[in-house]
């Protein structure tokens, strides 16, 4: 009887916490989002079900490739210490994973914009031979073999066909609620922290010379910039021109997020830099002219050793420890794994 | 055209066709004593030649006379960028590129000696919705010898989809196999080609059915 009684109410708790509201909690500080889950309702069991399929490696062609291979929480959902990420058949990918996080204020995705749809982004890392490497209808095939997947579609979608659409949806949901925006620096704007001296020093520094791209509080405007990068030949990679056709937009790359700085190295788009200080002698003294360097950057920006150290300071307050250590966003298998150190450099 | 069959372009270019696929959007007939309205629907027919039941569709008609269809080849911008689509658009049926988000308008594969890839693979993927490089086309196709048809009841219009390659390679840019073998990625290049398969459907046949 006893063992029955706890069954039910096991039942009973766990249907209130799957029916859980699972509210999209807009940041104070933030603009409002692109993407609002308008015709994707976010539930609690769509996040599970996208959560679950972010860390099922069985989306890639050999199993070996999960999404969280290459977006790894304790790096704030970029690769750790690696300029290029590891893919199908021993190969590298051709750019730096970036993090993961505040996606749903992404109008345009990938460091070239060419992804249109926060939806359609998982398709790029599926399909490409270097990445995942699988086909669509191979991974729906595996979806519907197995036991728990189709009672899992089921429960979100209210009935268990399995087609590249819903996988799409459930994984946006567990994507777009990725939202890190309770660093130190998020604390000292809302009035429950203050900067040391140093950090204070740094952020006038930064809002003087960094700011008009990496503008708060996304720290990027989304806008594509020749930051004066030479180009690597053996990638060739030139950036947005890829995407529009138009030369004008030759080597721009997307201005990425300086949320979590401490945490996504390497940087640049082909992770050629390892450390933050080598990042701002490039803006000090190793621009590139070129007909599509961004004005701004011809004289370079000076930065001092002064400077750094602060600007350092600074950008160590855009560390979101509590995003890095939230259990919801972990392996749901495994939990919260061992994270790797925080790297200053 | 008939997949795996030799051709011979005007130019004296041999190729087969092994796969042939192009969206049809938003078809409906063309009267030719009254204007045709079209309501904002959003409708796609992926066409693949290889499956025959993709290559002819069934339209709603009103009483009128009508002298063949109009439709766009490709999909509207305005529906290129909402995100996880199903049905004729879902990603899966091999259309939509991934790393340049987008439907293509059509894809053309096969084979010719001329070509000048391996395998002798020619490959035309056409797409790109963004100006000044659409391969989005309103297309006007009429029946052959422009025959009116006249609908006297609502009966359904039943359309098979024809295409005739020479117009594509003899169109405005002139496509030489051992030139343009290949062409995968949106651009200029994608637009013109795109502009030679505008004349590419001829030989339009309508029948009615109850």
Redesign the interface.
Known sequence: MKFFRTIILIGIFGFIWINTPFPFQIPKNFPPPVYSFQKNPLTKRGFELGRKLFYDGRLSKDGNFPCSSCHQQFAAFATYEHRLSHGFNNQFSFRNAPGLFNLAWERELNWDGGVNHIEVQPLAPLLDPHEMAEDLNQIIGKLKKDKLYPILFNQVFGSPEINSQRVLKALTQFTASLISANAKYDQVKNGTARYNQYEQKGYEIFQMKCARCHTEPLFTDFSYRNTGLSLDTTINDYGRMRITGKKEDSLKFRVPSLRNIFLTNPYGHDGRFSTISEVLEHYNNGIIPGPTLDSSLRNGIPISDNDRFYLISFLGTLTDSGFIKNPLYSDPETGIQNYAPVDRH | MQLNKKYRNPFGEIYEISRFRLYIGNIRPAYTDKETKLKKSSSYQLVDFSDSTTTYMELPATTGTCNGVEFELGVDSAD???????GQL???KGM?W?????YQSFRIEGYSPFSNQPAHIIAYHIGGY?YP?STVWKIKMNTTNDEVFKITNDYKIIVEVPVELDYFFDGPTPLHIKDISSCTT???MSRKISENFIGSFTGLVLTSAP
């Open positions: 290129q960028n909402h995100g996880a689509q199903s879902d990603p899966s939509f991934t790393w340049n988000s987008g963004r490089f949106p651009g200029e």
